[in-house]
């Protein structure tokens, strides 16, 4: 592991995409964008911590990607990226 913590943005709606799926839980090439960002944190840059900031469908997430390593962060209210890192 390093001496590193990723966070990862995962609490918008994704409204743009019209869909009732929470846009992290989008299949691109068959897996859930948001199972490669997990990935490249705990595979690539072996993080000695991953924060996962969730907020719209946030149980449904938690479940798809329970996993011991990863942290998740629940963001009630969705007031930008900078208010999801504080």
Same mark, same amino acid.
């Given at each position: 592991?390093?001496?590193?913590?990723?966070?990862?943005?995962?609490?918008?709606?994704?409204?743009?995409?019209?869909?009732?799926?929470?846009?992290?839980?989008?299949?691109?090439?068959?897996?859930?964008?948001?199972?490669y960002?997990? @990935?490249? /944190?705990?595979? #690539?840059?072996?993080?000695?911590?991953?924060?996962?900031?969730?907020g +719209?469908?946030?149980?449904?997430?938690?479940k798809k990607? @329970?996993? /011991?390593?990863? #942290?998740?962060?629940?963001?009630?209210?969705?007031?930008?990226?900078? +208010?999801?890192v504080?």
């Amino acid at each position: 592991m390093n001496n590193v913590a990723t966070i990862i943005l995962a609490a918008g709606k994704g409204t743009r995409m019209k869909s009732d799926l929470a846009k992290v839980l989008h299949p691109l090439l068959g897996s859930p964008m948001l199972s490669y960002a997990i @990935a490249l /944190s705990l595979n #690539e840059v072996k993080a000695e911590k991953t924060i996962v900031v969730v907020g +719209h469908q946030a149980d449904q997430i938690e479940k798809k990607f @329970a996993d /011991s390593r990863i #942290e998740f962060v629940r963001q009630d209210e969705q007031l930008g990226t900078g +208010h999801a890192v504080l």
